[in-house]
């Protein structure tokens, strides 16, 4: 190692032009030879050690999209027109108006791989990261959503990812004070060594509170607000998002940022304030590549130059070098830039809320951005050159040698039973999987409630916030994906995805107006994932094109994979709508007695990627289902038009597990059962109807009276609708005609104890049981809100509670004589975390 | 009629119980954590949240807080009280109720809706209910976990100072299924259900939250001037 630029002694841009010989470590920081060049040529001199530790986390994938970018050029190219967007692409997130003087902002990150290195730590500041990219666009986060995928259930090292990520998600979210409103959890080997964890967070604003990144005005003041800078996240850009993990991921521990909830919550009220008082000439969080990254684009974003000196900058250790300083991705931070007259109030607001504020610069008008240590020139680079200008690679693409097999492989070809009591038991199969089971283990750990604005959440088809008490304006939204769909054929999952999100959306009465996607893929560098990407992304530009929906942010994720596995395909999409009166909104569940069941649209012949092609036969192969975007928007027109004139009691979307999935979700919501004839079409083949997973489709109830003008209505609109049955109330089972019933109290013990079972209820009590019971009610969970027996199905077994009142004293006594199942159960999970730490690589996938 | 409602860095209910206020028929008031102003105020609600990031134990910081003597005063004067979630812990912490709270049983933050049977209806926050009745409400708390000494819980039973007790199953390990008390005059109530995310049919599991709101604003009706 040659001395100079590894030594004590700071290296300067005077010493780099001194020295032009000195070799520098840029491969090892990630860089290629041509981008090192590079870098020569356009400072005209080697770039010192701080300079050189900026343009590698600027020109990282993560930070630059060099692999994705010429891609992701196609959602602007086919972005359909829309006079909402406020701000599209390149913004920290989209803003979309949604009435005259509001606006909402929504995007979706992922955080994967620290989430896989330390799941806690990792999840939380996912949610900390995305919360302040909202935050940047002037607008206050008021709902936060998750996309989480897992590797097998079964494996012993999921139970660590899976607790870790959700205590995370909801240690920082809750402490935040941001209801989560929905999301999904699936799991697949292909995840096993790289979970997913994305993150979405939406946020509300006056329009004319709306800020900008764009840094402006010589001699405005340069802030930084919020925490200390420290060295965690160091290179956390480079080093974790954008290379594969090898089998060194654990000492890559220290490259895991640390979260602050608490922090960041001042934050969230500072900046509120400030921006009512129009106090902000631009913003940008900090988030990966930290401080360069927020400098950089700043500066490029308004073509202005900076002279920022970094010893003023708070330390957490005051032994930090510069190029630390400059890459540390320490969180609950801001940058601000502010003009001179103004940073007394800007000074006063931060310190009623306890958050330092430190003038670190000021903004000049040379086009440079200058970086003195005590007086020393460390760094003076042209903004541009590190947020705009990096490098842009056509990377090959072709498509996986692996698919023509897997494609001829068609899940229609597996054996299909038609007795009843075999389809009896694929239905309680398929419901109870680890994909589709009840949510509850997870969504209990998140608050849904505060700020008093959620109208929809978890399990409901799409999260619904409040935006105005006054007139009831909310939004809904959903976010979905499919990874093994994808696997199959990228451009149709991606397409799938964004399908199952806008009728998520659409179903509950809103209306689709936006989208934001996390882009997950294995390396780029392998010629079968770049196909998959490009695939996916044109699948997904096409779509919105298609829906008439613009694309307004994202993120995507390379390098999800272990070794050379890669992850499947993964493009989660998420949808955002307006719905102009929140009473109005549509909810899932089966309610009155004699409703009509109608399921609108077609059911095909399609197996091929289903759950019940998994979770039956192990089976991953085929085609999946047919994409008709004409028909998810003439579907979507229908129930906004349906609802306004007070057709639909309830709407479900029918995704994955298909029709039997949807009636089961429905009849549980509520607890009330319901009875369906299978239609002579699938008489001989009823498997068809209540697993294929054809889409376009929503299982609708209809108050009595109201079914002929609603089926006029399908008519008119051109919706394909089927008489399926009637809703039959309280203390019914689901029933499928001629073929099977299912007590709703046993669907629900199957679908419920899913979860508690995999990953435990918690820990078991302190010391011996002290016969309270005080413990014994936690095992498992019940319904959600408005089920009056909902609020615990521990120990239901012998107490079948699924009636609208059964009395409560007897779930205190079950609370109580459940303790020892609850303690079977608390011991399980007693061996998890900590111990089952030992990594393991993807196995190989199934069918 | 003017309900107090103080923000603590870190608190996160305080809107909600603001709105809970006016949707009962008061005036909310927003209380600063570091005024050591008198309030006036005719009651006080300490809401959800994480005051202080809850770091140390929860409500440890926040009971210092200069706004706490005001509180204290006023509790002590007879003025109604009501700590909701965090703020039931900050009243424990400053002693203004008996026992702490605790982390849940199970180690998990739990966020449900919530059975209670409201046992005293001679507090200032539960006059509108029956006794014995059982009403829904959300839960959501890490650190939910009544406990106290056996002397103190038998006192609290014999004395009628339990308002209320979880139904259908303990959410969080609480002695005697606690889930709501109150000091001996009935001024000062600590409950850890959110009865201020149950006000509103659209985003509430029920409204029988509410109530808790009208009894006050009844209480202070009925109340001497």
């Known amino acids: ?847 | 009629m003017r309900v107090g409602v103080v923000t603590f860095p870190g608190s996160l209910d305080d809107r909600d119980a603001a709105r809970a206020v006016r949707l009962a028929g008061a005036e909310p008031v927003s209380l600063w954590h570091a005024d050591r102003a008198p309030l006036m105020v005719d009651a006080v609600i300490l809401p959800g949240g994480f005051s202080y990031g809850d770091y140390l134990r929860a409500g440890a910081i926040a009971r210092f807080s200069p706004v706490m003597e005001q509180v204290a005063a006023a509790a002590r004067a007879g003025v109604p009280v009501l700590g909701i979630c965090n703020g039931f812990q900050v009243l424990c912490e400053a002693h203004l109720l008996p026992g702490a709270l605790i982390r849940n049983r199970h180690l998990h933050f739990r966020n449900r809706d919530q059975w209670i049977r409201i046992e005293s209806t001679r507090t200032a926050w539960t006059g509108e209910f029956q006794a014995g009745q059982e009403v829904l409400i959300p839960i959501k708390s890490g650190e939910g976990c009544y406990v106290a000494d056996e002397a103190t819980l038998d006192e609290l039973e014999a004395t009628g100072r339990v308002v209320a007790r979880y139904v259908g199953g303990n959410p969080n390990g609480s002695a005697r299924d606690i889930a709501a008390i109150s000091n001996e005059t009935g001024n000062v109530v600590g409950i850890m259900p959110h009865p201020e995310h149950a006000v509103e049919a659209l985003t509430g599991p029920s409204t029988d939250g509410l109530a808790f709101f009208t009894s006050l604003v009844k209480h202070l009706a009925g109340a001497p001037a």
């Open chain 1, 1 to 847: 190692m040659t001395t100079s630029t590894q030594g004590d002694v700071v290296d300067t841009v005077e010493h780099a032009e001194a020295t032009p010989e000195v070799t520098q470590p840029y491969a090892e920081l990630g860089l290629l030879e041509d981008e090192y060049v590079r870098i020569r040529e356009i400072l005209g001199r080697r770039p010192t050690r701080s300079e050189l530790a900026m343009y590698a986390i600027m020109w990282s994938e993560h930070c630059s999209y060099k692999s994705s970018r010429m891609h992701l050029r196609q959602f602007a190219q086919k972005a359909p027109p829309s006079d909402r967007l406020l701000a599209g692409m390149g913004e920290n997130a989209g803003v979309v108006r949604v009435s005259d003087d509001l606006a909402v902002t929504f995007k979706i990150e992922s955080h994967n791989h620290p989430s896989f290195i330390e799941p806690y730590q990792g999840a939380a500041t996912g949610v900390g990261g995305i919360v302040r990219d909202i935050l940047a666009m002037g607008a206050r986060p008021v709902a936060v959503m998750d996309s989480l995928r897992f590797g097998a259930p079964e494996d012993p090292d999921t139970a660590r990812v899976v607790t870790g990520v959700v205590a995370g998600i909801g240690g920082y979210g809750n402490c935040l004070g941001l209801p989560n409103i929905g999301g999904e959890v699936a799991f697949d080997p292909s995840y096993q060594g790289n979970p997913l964890v994305n993150a979405l967070c939406l946020g509300v604003m006056p329009i004319r509170q709306m800020q900008r990144k764009a840094v402006t005005g010589p001699g405005n003041i340069i802030l930084l607000l919020g925490a200390r800078t420290g060295r965690d996240g160091i290179g956390g850009v480079s080093v974790l998002a954008s290379a594969t993990f090898t089998e060194e991921a654990e000492e890559r521990r220290p490259s895991v940022q640390v979260g602050d909830p608490f922090t960041g919550k001042l934050l969230i009220e500072a900046c509120q304030e400030m921006y009512a008082a129009d106090l902000v000439v631009a913003v940008q969080d900090l988030g990966g590549a930290g401080l360069t990254c927020a400098l950089s684009e700043t500066a490029a974003a308004g073509g202005t130059g900076m002279d920022v000196r970094l010893e003023k900058v708070p330390l957490r250790e005051p032994s930090m070098a510069p190029h630390e300083i400059l890459a540390s991705e320490s969180q609950e931070r801001m940058l601000l830039v502010v003009a001179p007259q103004h940073l007394e109030r800007v000074k006063k607001i931060a310190d009623k809320w306890g958050v330092p504020a430190t003038s670190i610069g000021v903004v000049t008008d040379t086009g440079r951005l200058v970086v003195t240590w005590h007086g020393q020139r460390v760094a003076d680079v042209p903004p541009a050159s590190l947020a705009d200008e990096g490098p842009v690679y056509a990377r090959p693409m072709r498509e996986p040698a692996d698919l023509v097999l897997l494609r001829a492989d068609r899940a229609e070809t597996l054996p299909r039973p038609r007795d009843g009591a075999a389809l009896r038991a694929q239905v309680l199969r398929v419901v109870s999987s680890p994909d589709l089971c009840d949510r509850t283990w997870v969504t209990e750990q998140y608050d849904r409630y505060v700020m008093g604005n959620t109208v929809l959440a978890q399990p409901e088809n799409a999260g619904v916030v409040r935006l105005d008490e006054t007139t009831g304006l909310s939004v809904a939204l959903s976010v979905d994906g499919n990874g093994r769909y994808c696997r199959l054929d990228p451009y149709t999952g991606a397409q799938l995805a964004l399908a199952e999100a806008y009728r998520n959306v659409a179903v509950t009465g809103a209306t689709p107006v936006a989208v934001t996607n996390c882009l997950n893929f294995g390396s780029p560098e392998d010629p079968g994932v770049m196909w998959q990407f490009a695939e996916a992304v044109r699948g997904l530009a096409d779509g919105c094109e298609a829906l008439g929906v613009p694309v307004t942010g994202g993120n995507v994720s390379f390098y999800n994979s272990t070794g050379t596995a890669a992850i499947n395909p993964t493009p989660v999409v998420g949808v955002l709508g307006i719905l102009q009166d929140a009473a109005r909104r549509v909810p899932m569940g089966l309610r009155e007695n004699g409703d009509v069941l109608i399921l609108l649209g077609e059911t095909r012949e399609e197996l091929s990627g289903s759950q019940w092609a998994w979770v039956v036969h192990g089976h991953l192969g085929g085609t999946p289902p047919e994409v008709d975007l004409a028909a998810e928007r003439r579907l979507a027109d229908l129930i906004a038009r349906a609802n306004q004139v007070g057709h639909l009691r309830s709407t479900h979307d029918l995704s994955e597990g298909g029709l039997a999935q949807a009636l089961a979700e429905a009849c549980l919501r509520y607890g009330s059962g319901a009875v369906i004839a299978v239609p002579d079409e699938f008489r001989d083949d009823p498997a068809v109807l209540l697993f294929s997973e054809s889409s376009a489709r929503v299982l609708v109830s209809v108050p009595r009276g109201r079914e002929v003008a609603f089926v006029g209505l399908c008519n008119e609109m051109g919706v394909p609708w089927t008489p399926l049955g009637v809703v039959t109330g309280p203390d019914t089972p689901l029933e499928v005609a001629d073929l099977f019933q299912i007590p709703l109290d046993e669907l629900r013990r199957s679908w419920s104890a899913t979860l508690p079972r995999l990953f435990g209820s918690g820990p078991a009590p302190e010391g011996p049981a002290d016969g309270d019971g005080g413990d014994g009610g936690d095992g498992e969970h019940g319904t959600d809100s408005g089920d009056r027996d909902g609020a615990d199905t521990a120990g239901a077994a012998g107490t079948g509670r699924d009636s609208a009142d059964s009395g409560a004293g007897a779930a205190d006594a079950a609370a109580s004589a459940s303790s020892p199942a609850t303690g079977g159960s608390a011991s399980r999970s007693g061996a998890s975390g900590a111990k089952r730490r030992k990594r393991r690589r993807p196995r190989g996938r199934k069918g």
